[in-house]
């Protein structure tokens, strides 16, 4: 099956600090998603973004499906950015459901 | 607030007991997926149903069976159970049975004690 990778597996910053997290995949995909899980374990859907690039205030994703990869920018990070994002897709085909990445965890310091 | 409701939010039992894990989809949304999110495994695909029927099986193990109801919610039947089957069990929904985007209920947390 499909391969997810993401990078770094933990990323500490300082509160309004800039970061990039990456999520590499093994095979063409017809959706990728990334969520952020809080710290409750709800899973909140940040992007649905299987090509191109989007933003929603401070957060922003590309995707290079050519290049099976895409990456997760999160700019002047708060506390609240803290949690684990995860990167999963659904490989092109028949396959209907998401493989998940093992995730970032990301703590930002006050 | 993804739409997707899961019932009940928090379960303790012991082993060798059977419990029924509810979802209910957001309006409209015809699939329900399960996942499993234990410590050693990570997120993990279980089953998928569409408008009532049985789509997709991931690593749903025997004594774990689902079923999609008429009015599209979703019960997730966990029999035998062992200590290793704690974790968080959610239930996703989306429009059609390929996606595209599926969006996530809160989950439930088991604890087999």
């Known amino acids: 099956g499909i391969q997810v990778e993401q990078s770094p597996p933990d990323l500490i910053l300082q509160e309004g600090a800039n970061s990039t997290l990456r999520c590499n995949f093994s095979?063409?995909?017809?959706?990728l998603q990334w969520f952020h899980q809080n710290p409750w374990g709800q899973l909140i859907n940040l992007f649905y973004?299987?090509?191109g690039t989007k933003q929603n205030g401070r957060l922003s994703a590309t995707t290079v499906a050519t290049e099976r990869y895409s990456l997760l920018y999160i700019s002047s990070s708060q506390t609240t950015d803290s949690g684990v994002y995860f990167c999963?897709?659904?490989?092109?085909?028949?396959?209907?459901?998401?493989?998940f990445g093992s995730g970032t965890q990301l703590t930002v310091l006050p | 607030d993804s739409g997707v409701t899961q019932t009940p939010k928090h379960l303790i039992t012991a082993t060798g007991q059977r419990v029924t894990l509810r979802c209910s989809p957001r309006?409209?949304?015809?699939?329900v997926y399960w996942y499993q999110q234990s410590l050693d495994q990570g997120l993990q695909f279980l089953i998928q149903y569409y408008n009532g029927e049985e789509r997709a099986k991931g690593n749903i193990l025997e004594r774990f069976s689902a079923q999609q109801f008429p009015d599209l919610h979703s019960e997730l039947n966990l029999s035998s159970l062992e200590l290793g089957d704690s974790a968080l069990y959610f239930c996703?929904?989306?429009?059609?049975?390929?996606?595209?985007?599926?969006?996530f209920g809160p989950g439930t947390r088991l604890t087999v004690t």
């Open positions: 973004i299987p090509s």
């Open positions: 999963a897709v659904i490989s092109s085909g028949s396959a209907r459901q998401l493989t």
């Open positions: 309006s409209g949304d015809l699939s």
């Open positions: 996703a929904s989306s429009v059609i049975s390929s996606g595209p985007e599926q969006y």
């Open positions: 095979d063409s995909v017809n959706n």
